[in-house]
């Protein structure tokens, strides 16, 4: 089997790829939403000309440094303001007060250019920090959950690896599948300003059910081999069963992930704008999870066997 | 062959019941009969989240409080006629860190922030308090407010009714607002004032003490008058208030969320284009690959969008965007199991056996690994849906259904196919049709 030969290679591949993740992460940071710190999130956009009237008459959006200066005098603090879609401002701030709320589609307009606000979130500083707790106990239950999970389906393989084994790689998979995800997102954040957000973490908790999923049927064809093997009485190599196992399910493996990919391209492409982020880190992340069950979890299974033999021998 | 009649009317009778089950949700949409709800994402509308302060009530009082509070927002919010609004109370989990009680109002259609929170915020907060020294205090300040007063048994959950009186003689009556308190809180109030004669009994109005009379004596009759120095229309104006509902314990603003109607109208749209051309994408790629199968997988998926489509209608489950995204995804997802029977089934015809026993085996085979998968997915969105905000639940909802759903639909209704068409492999066409784009079978 050719990924099980060159399973050093992968390896190299792989951690090439999670080192560019970490990389990312380090040197752009991610970025919590006002979600996990508390603050507020205004989107507005202005009036665009009607089609024919042509020119710079009216329903442009104002000049930023214009309005940065608008913004500063009406009293808002700590703000960063960015341009999006063709014609609308999206802004993140500290908390505001009730006067800014009152006058905020008027600060926003000018002479010209009438704002409207499509989208306002306030959120406060304890619903803040209520949800990032929420937020790393639900990553810690599901990755426990999963790895109580794998252990539990394969408490009744023990030869020649135990399936403890089979659940640590796992979950070496799953740090993969989170590591991957969140270097991208920290470069989309340099990129387009996006922020850490609930939405964020639930791609990512979706993407640990599904790679696992992946992983399982791999792993599951692994067990169902050896057993055969077992009952028949044949001996053969464990790195050639496992390479046989993942021959087998290698094509599923890819149609499965093919069909979701796809739904998630045209939820990308034309799917309502408030979900195009939350698709896109999903995208990254299945095809992560996908890559890590075929590339990663067997040749570590295969990896992990043969030190076990050499140790013996 | 009976055995294969009986399989091929069972088919019939599936396929009759998804086009049942298909034409309830296209005519209940056509006439509006069950709609679809949506969340306020998609509708557009507000969602308020307030923090009740109950440092004035005794514990014992907390859930009744919460439950008065709710149904006096509720009342006002009605009065002004905002359609289908929801109000609901949450207890803070104690998994979050903080233990909080709040108030959760959703004003779908409202779209003006600050008129939100005007129409709530006029509902005024009236609270009665005990003095704990025995001397008022010479000069009084709200921050010392919990220090000096300890909550009374009565709150302003048993307010009845107020109306504006005048009292004293006609040169120089003085506007006062008469509380009259429910049956049940003109007993408490007896008891209080019974067992407190001498004490000062504070009377507080959005948080400030409006008048601070001495209890002289027990007062059976459920009446409490506040004189504070009103002028006639104030009076008249809180009376009027009052008369609208008070709140129990004062409410602090700590989150809010609007999202205008057209961007909640354009992410309808585009979720609807979305859902239709991610269906469209994955049915293609089925039929091209699987052919044959790849069209009962075809059929099973539209069972599939049918029947989640209706329990949408049923539960109801509240549409959000990320709800959609989910189905969307689930769509992509529900054909795994089908991908993992086929492949199944085409092993097994490479190993031999006919195509019946190809079928029936390669189910038996898939199955371990479709529970295995699915449960992992579950694991997921039970916790999602248990942890997460309401966008997340929402999402987290759909995914869940969608996992056990795509599941049913998968195992048994791809199976009662399979079975009915009683092809047999022997014949090269067959063979084809039970191929796929680039195996050797």
Redesign the interface.
């Given at each position: 089997m050719f990924i099980i030969k060159h399973r050093n290679a992968f390896f190299a591949l792989t951690g090439a790829l999670v080192l560019a993740a970490l990389i990312s992460v380090a040197v752009f940071g991610l970025h919590l939403g006002i979600?996990f710190t508390g603050g507020t999130l205004v989107?507005v956009s202005y009036d665009l000309p009607a089609p024919g009237t042509g020119g710079q008459a009216g329903g442009t959006r104002p000049d930023p440094v214009a309005l940065t200066n608008t913004l500063n005098d009406a009293g808002f603090k700590d703000f960063s303001l960015r341009e999006t879609g063709d014609n609308g401002y999206t802004l993140r701030a500290q908390s505001i007060g009730?006067a800014q709320?009152?006058e905020l589609a008027a600060v926003f307009s000018y002479q010209g250019g009438t704002a409207?606000?499509?989208?306002?979130?306030?959120?406060?500083p304890?619903?803040g920090?209520?949800?990032r707790?929420?937020?790393i106990?639900?990553l810690g239950?599901?990755l426990l959950?999963?790895l109580l999970?794998i252990a539990f389906?394969f408490r009744k393989v023990s030869q020649p690896i135990s399936s403890w084994v089979y659940g640590l790689i796992a979950l070496v998979t799953l740090v993969h599948d989170i590591i991957i995800p969140m270097g991208f997102f920290a470069l989309l954040g340099y990129l387009t300003g996006a922020q850490v957000d609930?939405?964020f973490v639930?791609a990512v908790?979706?993407v640990?059910?599904?790679s696992?999923?992946?992983t399982?049927?791999v792993f599951?064809?692994t067990r169902?081999n050896l057993r055969i093997n077992h009952e028949k009485n044949r001996k053969e190599d464990f790195a050639e069963t496992a390479g046989h196992s993942l021959n087998?399910?290698f094509?599923?493996s890819i149609?499965?992930s093919?069909?979701?990919?796809?739904?998630?391209l045209?939820?990308y492409f034309?799917?309502?704008?408030?979900?195009k982020v939350?698709?896109l880190t999903?995208l990254v992340g299945i095809t992560a999870g996908t890559y890590s069950s075929i590339f990663l979890a067997t040749p570590l299974l295969v990896w992990v066997e043969k030190r076990r033999n050499k140790a013996k021998k | 062959m009976p055995a294969m009649a009986q399989k091929r009317v069972f088919a019939i009778i599936v396929l009759l019941i998804g086009a049942a089950i298909g034409y309830f949700v296209y005519h209940s949409e056509v006439t509006a009969s069950w709609p679809f709800k949506l969340g306020l994402?998609l509708s557009g509308g507000t969602q308020l989240?307030y923090?009740a302060d109950l440092n004035a009530i005794q514990s014992s009082d907390v859930a009744e409080s919460m439950s008065a509070l709710r149904d006096t927002i509720e009342r006002r919010v009605n009065m002004f006629g905002v359609s289908e609004p929801l109000v609901q109370t949450e207890q803070?989990s104690a998994?979050?860190?903080?233990s909080?009680q709040r108030l959760i109002v959703e004003l779908p259609g409202v779209?003006d922030?600050?008129k939100a929170?005007a129409l709530i915020g006029e509902t005024p907060v009236l609270e009665f308090r005990l003095l704990k020294s025995a001397n008022p205090p010479a000069a009084f300040s709200t921050t010392t407010v919990n220090q000096d007063f300890e909550p009374a048994a009565i709150t302003g959950k048993d307010l009845a009714s107020s109306e504006l009186q005048f009292q004293g003689s006609v040169a120089i009556s003085e506007p006062v607002v008469v509380l009259h308190f429910t049956s049940q809180g003109a007993k408490i109030f007896a008891d209080l004032t019974k067992n407190n004669v001498g004490r000062y009994f504070g009377i507080f109005l959005d948080g400030q003490p409006i008048s601070i009379p001495v209890i002289r004596e027990s007062i059976p009759d459920g009446t409490a008058v506040i004189s504070g120095g009103f002028t006639a229309t104030g009076a008249k104006e809180l009376a009027r208030n009052l008369n609208y509902g008070a709140l129990p314990v004062p409410i602090e603003?700590?989150?809010?969320?609007?999202?205008?109607g057209?961007?909640g109208d354009?992410?309808?749209r585009?979720?609807i284009?979305?859902g239709l051309?991610?269906i469209g994408?994955?049915a293609l790629?089925?039929l091209l690959?699987y052919r044959l199968p790849g069209l009962l997988a075809t059929i099973a998926l539209t069972l599939y969008i049918v029947v989640m489509l209706a329990l949408f209608k049923f539960i109801p489950v509240t549409l959000t965007?990320?709800g959609?995204?989910a189905f969307?995804?689930s769509?992509?997802?529900a054909?795994?199991a089908n991908?993992?029977i086929f492949?199944r089934i085409k092993?097994e015809l490479r190993g031999g056996k006919s195509t019946a026993e190809s079928i029936s085996d390669g189910f038996a085979?898939a199955w371990?690994?479709i529970r295995?998968?699915?449960?992992?997915?579950m694991?997921?969105?039970v916790?999602?849906f248990w942890?997460?905000?309401s966008?997340?639940k929402g999402?987290?909802l759909v995914?869940g259904l969608g996992v056990l759903v795509s599941m049913l639909t998968a195992i048994t209704v791809s199976r009662t196919f399979l079975f009915a068409l009683g092809v047999d492999a022997k014949y090269g066409f067959t063979r084809l049709l039970f191929g796929s784009g680039i195996s050797r079978t």
């Amino acid at each position: 089997m050719f990924i099980i030969k060159h399973r050093n290679a992968f390896f190299a591949l792989t951690g090439a790829l999670v080192l560019a993740a970490l990389i990312s992460v380090a040197v752009f940071g991610l970025h919590l939403g006002i979600e996990f710190t508390g603050g507020t999130l205004v989107e507005v956009s202005y009036d665009l000309p009607a089609p024919g009237t042509g020119g710079q008459a009216g329903g442009t959006r104002p000049d930023p440094v214009a309005l940065t200066n608008t913004l500063n005098d009406a009293g808002f603090k700590d703000f960063s303001l960015r341009e999006t879609g063709d014609n609308g401002y999206t802004l993140r701030a500290q908390s505001i007060g009730d006067a800014q709320r009152g006058e905020l589609a008027a600060v926003f307009s000018y002479q010209g250019g009438t704002a409207h606000v499509d989208q306002l979130t306030e959120i406060g500083p304890t619903i803040g920090a209520e949800l990032r707790n929420k937020a790393i106990l639900a990553l810690g239950l599901v990755l426990l959950c999963i790895l109580l999970f794998i252990a539990f389906a394969f408490r009744k393989v023990s030869q020649p690896i135990s399936s403890w084994v089979y659940g640590l790689i796992a979950l070496v998979t799953l740090v993969h599948d989170i590591i991957i995800p969140m270097g991208f997102f920290a470069l989309l954040g340099y990129l387009t300003g996006a922020q850490v957000d609930t939405l964020f973490v639930t791609a990512v908790l979706t993407v640990l059910g599904f790679s696992i999923h992946d992983t399982i049927v791999v792993f599951d064809r692994t067990r169902e081999n050896l057993r055969i093997n077992h009952e028949k009485n044949r001996k053969e190599d464990f790195a050639e069963t496992a390479g046989h196992s993942l021959n087998q399910t290698f094509v599923r493996s890819i149609n499965t992930s093919l069909t979701v990919l796809f739904t998630l391209l045209v939820l990308y492409f034309i799917g309502p704008a408030s979900t195009k982020v939350f698709a896109l880190t999903l995208l990254v992340g299945i095809t992560a999870g996908t890559y890590s069950s075929i590339f990663l979890a067997t040749p570590l299974l295969v990896w992990v066997e043969k030190r076990r033999n050499k140790a013996k021998k | 062959m009976p055995a294969m009649a009986q399989k091929r009317v069972f088919a019939i009778i599936v396929l009759l019941i998804g086009a049942a089950i298909g034409y309830f949700v296209y005519h209940s949409e056509v006439t509006a009969s069950w709609p679809f709800k949506l969340g306020l994402d998609l509708s557009g509308g507000t969602q308020l989240v307030y923090r009740a302060d109950l440092n004035a009530i005794q514990s014992s009082d907390v859930a009744e409080s919460m439950s008065a509070l709710r149904d006096t927002i509720e009342r006002r919010v009605n009065m002004f006629g905002v359609s289908e609004p929801l109000v609901q109370t949450e207890q803070t989990s104690a998994l979050s860190g903080t233990s909080e009680q709040r108030l959760i109002v959703e004003l779908p259609g409202v779209t003006d922030t600050q008129k939100a929170i005007a129409l709530i915020g006029e509902t005024p907060v009236l609270e009665f308090r005990l003095l704990k020294s025995a001397n008022p205090p010479a000069a009084f300040s709200t921050t010392t407010v919990n220090q000096d007063f300890e909550p009374a048994a009565i709150t302003g959950k048993d307010l009845a009714s107020s109306e504006l009186q005048f009292q004293g003689s006609v040169a120089i009556s003085e506007p006062v607002v008469v509380l009259h308190f429910t049956s049940q809180g003109a007993k408490i109030f007896a008891d209080l004032t019974k067992n407190n004669v001498g004490r000062y009994f504070g009377i507080f109005l959005d948080g400030q003490p409006i008048s601070i009379p001495v209890i002289r004596e027990s007062i059976p009759d459920g009446t409490a008058v506040i004189s504070g120095g009103f002028t006639a229309t104030g009076a008249k104006e809180l009376a009027r208030n009052l008369n609208y509902g008070a709140l129990p314990v004062p409410i602090e603003l700590i989150s809010t969320q609007t999202v205008s109607g057209t961007l909640g109208d354009k992410a309808v749209r585009d979720g609807i284009m979305a859902g239709l051309w991610g269906i469209g994408a994955v049915a293609l790629f089925m039929l091209l690959w699987y052919r044959l199968p790849g069209l009962l997988a075809t059929i099973a998926l539209t069972l599939y969008i049918v029947v989640m489509l209706a329990l949408f209608k049923f539960i109801p489950v509240t549409l959000t965007a990320a709800g959609i995204a989910a189905f969307i995804l689930s769509v992509g997802m529900a054909v795994d199991a089908n991908v993992l029977i086929f492949e199944r089934i085409k092993e097994e015809l490479r190993g031999g056996k006919s195509t019946a026993e190809s079928i029936s085996d390669g189910f038996a085979r898939a199955w371990p690994s479709i529970r295995d998968s699915n449960i992992s997915s579950m694991i997921t969105a039970v916790i999602l849906f248990w942890l997460g905000t309401s966008l997340i639940k929402g999402f987290a909802l759909v995914f869940g259904l969608g996992v056990l759903v795509s599941m049913l639909t998968a195992i048994t209704v791809s199976r009662t196919f399979l079975f009915a068409l009683g092809v047999d492999a022997k014949y090269g066409f067959t063979r084809l049709l039970f191929g796929s784009g680039i195996s050797r079978t």
